[in-house]
């Protein structure tokens, strides 16, 4: 079956790098997501990467796909303050569909 | 610009009492779901409405109603509520089918005694 795993915690120093990591089991993923959530507020989209894809940078997040281990990481640099919050990896099964299945969500805390 | 908007923002319940959540999008999207997110489980898609006039149940129907009222708003019901649906219900639109990207409203936080 379709299944997303995250682990639940993380919690980095300011400045240092953050890594996040998933993994999906569903090797007919078309797009990985990954969404953040801030206390009290709904997900938004961060970045996301097309399944032919190996990495996608943009600005300070770095996507790395391996598709041979169904292995989703979201690498921020120079972590602040401000990225605590909860990182979601999705996938979407097929396109144009309803079907995206979400992960459980990895809690990032930085420490000042 | 106000996106995805979801009323209430808390809500408490009796067992049995019944209750409607509303959602309302301004970006002219197609597509409207509804999730729910419970501690550890990540989010789960309770129903879905592909465009107005269309809906289908997602993976956790069970005990929930929905109604696509029109192309902006997409409701959520819960005629009987039980304390298994104590939750945070978030609604999210998507543009069309062509665009993966989902909208999220800020969330409902429902807690049934």
């Known amino acids: 079956g379709e299944d997303v795993e995250q682990s639940l915690f993380l919690s980095v120093r300011e400045g240092d790098s953050s890594v996040i990591n998933c993994t999906y089991t569903d090797s007919s993923s078309t797009y990985l997501y990954w969404y953040k959530q801030e206390p009290g507020a709904g997900l938004q989209l961060l970045t996301y990467i097309f399944s032919n894809m190996d990495m996608k940078q943009d600005q300070r997040l770095t996507v790395l796909l391996n598709k041979k281990d169904k292995h989703l990481s979201l690498r921020i640099a120079d972590t602040q303050t401000g990225d605590s919050a909860i990182y979601f990896c999705a996938e979407s099964i097929r396109p144009g569909t309803y079907k995206y299945i979400f992960g459980t969500g990895t809690r990032l805390k930085v420490l000042a | 610009n106000a996106g995805v908007t979801q009323t209430p923002k808390f809500q408490v319940l009796k067992t049995g009492q019944s209750m409607t959540l509303q959602c309302a999008q301004d970006?002219?999207?197609?597509?409207m779901y509804w999730y729910r997110q419970d501690p550890g489980m990540g989010l789960r898609l309770i129903y879905y409405?592909?465009?107005?006039?269309?809906?289908d149940k997602g993976e956790v129907p069970n005990g929930y109603n929905v109604s696509r009222l029109n192309k902006r708003e997409f409701s959520l019901r819960l005629e009987s509520a039980a304390p298994s649906q104590t939750s945070v219900y978030f609604c999210?639109?998507?543009?069309?089918?062509?665009?993966?990207?989902?909208?999220f409203g800020s969330g409902t936080q429902l807690s049934v005694l």
């Open positions: 409405s592909a465009s107005e006039g269309t809906t």
């Open positions: 999210a639109s998507r543009p069309d089918a062509t665009n993966e990207k989902l909208f």
């Open positions: 970006m002219n999207h197609n597509s």
